[in-house]
């Protein structure tokens, strides 16, 4: 039987972003747009079963009204798609006894199973919410075919240039011969002699962490372990150019304007001293001669000033700070 998996929706409010066509936010309408795809994908192909493998909501201890409803409507609208939801990190409130999952919100729909911190198997399958906890619930397991999970593996990337050493690794899921996972938003594959790892990686495309990707949705068969990657259609993509020779820059900065005026943020990296003749509505980024050794954030600093000189780091405008900013207040992290 085919499956489709899927992950890291990251549900919110996205109230700092302007309103699309049909006034929702554009995050949100992204991610709306983004389902229907999927959806129509499912059933085009008959398939029957979508699971999405944790951060379904980005706030954690916060639901909001909008984004909830956006996603119980796709729920209600298709009554013979079965959703399995597992938690993700982002998915928990609190910790210890008081840990709660937001999921548990939709676990009233007939056509929704909501895992939130217990080990379920049925046949050759095996799904496990994320945990702190996690190797102790895989030793507990018994061999199996698949296992879906919402985990950090060691060898993997978390996006693009950047990886973090992670205590699970994927020696430790050799109980499994496939496993497809949420948490990390770059979608990628790992394997060795006894398994094989997917990422299904991010549902849309966020910020500039995502830049020069296409996501995608995973489609894989319970029998025969076969895993199909379909490249998400129709969603707005960052793309970021980098200019280091002269000569090609005019050919660069034609291909900049196409996807500027497909809908897409683009960017321009410049690595040359020559002045290039750039559109206006296009960014271009001047390179400097970074010392990585001194940041500029020192232990004296408030946290809202290492705040502030962390979006510098990050090439944030100044103007676009002050919504970080405030996002932080509203969360009570920063005065």
Not at 21 to 50: C, Q, W, Y
Not at 147 to 154: D, E, S
Not at 173 to 201: A, M, W
Request: glycine letters at 4%; charged letters at 30%.
């Amino acid at each position: 039987m085919k499956r489709i998996a899927i992950a890291d929706i990251h549900l919110s409010d996205y109230s700092e972003d302007i309103l699309d066509n049909s006034d929702l936010p554009l995050r949100l309408g992204e991610i709306k747009k983004t389902f229907n795809f999927v959806i129509k994908k499912a059933k085009e192909l008959s398939i029957k079963h979508i699971d999405i493998l944790g951060d379904i909501i980005n706030d954690k201890s916060v639901i909001y009204t909008i984004a909830q409803d956006l996603f119980k409507e796709i729920i209600i609208e298709n009554p013979k798609l079965f959703f399995t939801l597992l938690s993700g990190n982002h998915d928990l409130s609190h910790t210890g006894k008081l840990q709660k999952s937001a999921i548990s919100v939709f676990s009233g729909y007939e056509n929704v199973c909501c895992i939130t911190d217990k080990v379920f198997s049925d046949k050759n399958m095996t799904v496990i919410s994320y945990s702190s906890n996690f190797l102790e619930k895989i030793k507990q397991c018994s061999d199996g075919n698949i296992l879906l999970t919402h985990v950090g593996l060691n060898e993997a990337m978390i996006q693009s240039g950047l990886s973090k050493i992670d205590k699970i690794k994927l020696s430790d899921l050799k109980k499994f011969k496939l496993v497809i996972s949420g948490h990390y938003h770059k979608p990628q594959e790992i394997q060795n002699d006894y398994t094989r790892f997917y990422y299904c990686g991010g549902f849309t495309n966020h910020s500039w962490n995502d830049k020069n990707e296409t996501k995608r949705f995973l489609i894989y068969d319970t029998e025969t372990l076969e895993v199909e990657s379909i490249p998400m259609e129709g969603q707005t993509e960052y793309k970021e150019y980098i200019i280091d020779d002269i000569n090609n820059a005019k050919e660069i900065l034609k291909e900049a304007e196409i996807e500027k005026n497909k809908g897409n943020y683009v960017r321009i990296r410049k690595l040359i001293k020559e002045e290039i003749e750039t559109p206006h509505d296009i960014m271009v980024i001047e390179h400097k001669d970074i010392d990585v050794t001194n940041r500029g954030i020192t232990v004296i600093q408030t946290l809202q000033e290492k705040l502030y000189k962390y979006l510098d780091i990050k090439e944030i405008k100044k103007e676009e700070q002050e919504n970080y900013m405030k996002t932080l207040q509203k969360y009570n992290i920063v005065e």
